[in-house]
């Protein structure tokens, strides 16, 4: 039977010098805790070993010994207690816009304003001018209409809210005309369906899953028709024999009935719709293959609004590259009908939201996105420097002795369910770590500090530094070569 009585008491440990340094650091009731379950954990292995078992796994047997083990084990406990689940990892997927990541990184600019605000009283809802109460729906309003074409915005928490906002404030009670190729559910179980029944809105379908034509909306136009919307197929494609009317035919024939049209355009593309010359000012043609293309193909804002489209939905988190935001474009009139809806104090943002989207915004207009934006500046990185990147990283991992390394022709994608199928090319590090499977190794890599994020390409770990940031490469290099 061991001896217990080698465990001091949680007061005496609490008298140790590098305990109470500990206990100011982390608290009172946190140290108290920890030494708690660590002399309960020391006790239970205490008790389950014999006296040769002890020795051999290295078990304190004499008091200095326990308490040296204890101290030793407490900063660690204490690290793990405090660490918050949400944490930065280093992504080197690949995946621009990675939902499970966090989507878009934020702007250096966007993250100071968020900073400023948030640290100080703002004018959230003051107008500085009256020296009276103001409106917070009006922050981003102008600077999203000047690059946009639309009269007035509004901003609530994502694009989901958007689009159920606009649907019952626009269309509770009445009838709302969808192609059945456009009733789509996409992450989270967002269904087209479902937000219409909890908008009070009424579905009515038209068209086929692979043909609709603007006589199909025509003959379901009736006096209960309240919107004509049309929805971004933006995480897959209907290929083949297939048809849909453009935004411009849509519009006549809501302009014919007097039904308004609107739009759940998801990605928030801004930057096709500007002028790339200025965004994309200092890349050389070629650099990045498609680029243009890829930009001018994916529906943007601008387009929508010229066409003469009512109401734009869209997020600040893809394309765009901002927080998580939805953002509602359009006309003044409609508009004013969804800043009174009841939903929209539900789905509000805050200032935080604000700080971060109107910075984003200025880095467009100021035409500055392509370097300071992160979603832009990784669209847009030539494929010569992410492959100079990753052989200079190949080269400190050979150098260890423990890794093999390939730099190989690969494909980055967009992400964020925008842009279905299309992607752009890259140049991938693909590792192997001798003596451990792809799988082992993709799991080491993802319990390193901080977590790197990679994926399994043809039996080996592969990484993408078209997402990994600049000032992460010496950091990714550090923690990859410990692992030798």
């Given amino acids: 039977m061991p001896d217990f009585r080698i465990i001091p008491s949680i007061e005496q440990l609490r008298q140790r010098t590098r305990v109470r340094e500990l206990q100011e650091r982390y608290g009172h009731m946190a140290v108290v805790s920890a030494l708690r379950e660590e002399t309960e954990a020391l006790r239970q292995r205490l008790a389950v070993s014999s006296p ?57 600019a966007a993250v100071a304003h968020v900073a400023e605000v948030a640290q100080r009283y ?78 009070g809105a009424v579905l009515r379908e038209v068209g086929t899953t ?104 869209v997020s600040g988190d893809k394309l765009l590259g901002g927080p998580q935001a939805g953002i509602i474009l359009g006309r003044r009139d409609l508009l004013l009908t969804i800043r009174h809806h009841p939903l929209m104090r539900v789905l509000r943002v805050d200032k935080m939201t604000y700080a971060a989207l109107t910075a984003t915004l200025v880095e467009y207009a100021a035409g500055r996105a392509r370097e300071s934006v992160p979603v832009v500046h990784m669209l847009t990185r030539a494929v010569s420097e992410i492959e100079a990147r990753a052989r200079w990283l190949a080269a400190r991992l050979e150098a260890t002795g423990y890794f093999d390394t390939t730099i190989m022709d690969g494909d980055s994608a967009i992400g964020g369910g925008t842009t279905p199928g299309l992607t752009l090319p890259t140049r991938l590090l693909a590792l192997t770590r001798h003596g451990m499977t792809a799988n082992a190794l993709e799991a080491s890599l993802r319990a390193l500090d901080p977590p790197v994020i990679a994926r399994i390409e043809d039996g080996r770990v592969v990484l993408d530094l078209r997402t990994v940031f600049d000032d992460e490469d010496d950091t990714l290099a550090l923690v990859l070569c410990g692992l030798g």
């Fill in 122 to 199: 703002s004018t959230l809802e003051y107008d500085i001018g009256r020296g009276d109460r103001g409106s917070r729906d009006t922050h981003a309003e102008g600077n999203l209409c000047n690059l946009t074409g639309a009269e007035s915005a509004v901003v609530v928490n994502n694009c989901a809210a958007a689009t159920m906002l606009m649907l019952a404030a626009l269309g509770a009670g009445r009838e709302v005309v969808v192609s059945r190729g456009e009733l789509v559910e996409i992450g989270g179980g967002f269904r087209v369906p479902d937000i219409c029944a909890q908008s």
């Fill in 210 to 313: 692979n043909r609709t034509r603007a006589g199909d909306y025509a003959a379901a136009m009736t006096s209960r028709t309240a919107l004509i919307l049309r929805v971004h197929r933006s995480n897959f494609r209907i290929e083949g024999f297939t048809e849909m009317p453009t935004l411009d035919e849509l519009v006549e024939v809501g302009r014919r009935f007097g039904v308004p049209v609107a739009e759940d355009l998801g990605s928030g593309n801004i930057v096709g719709g500007l002028s790339l010359s200025t965004q994309l000012a200092g890349l050389r043609v070629g650099e990045v293959p498609g680029l243009e293309a890829l930009l001018r193909g994916e529906p943007t804002v601008q387009g929508s609004i010229a066409a003469g489209v009512d109401v734009v939905c």
């Fill in 52 to 108: 040769s078992e002890r020795e051999k796994d290295g078990l304190p047997g004499a008091v200095e010994d326990v308490i040296d083990a204890i101290e030793s084990a407490l900063e660690p406990r204490l690290r793990r207690m405090f660490q918050s689940s949400l944490r930065t990892v280093i992504n080197a997927t690949g995946v621009i816009i990675h939902t499970n990541l966090g989507r878009a990184p934020l702007s250096a």
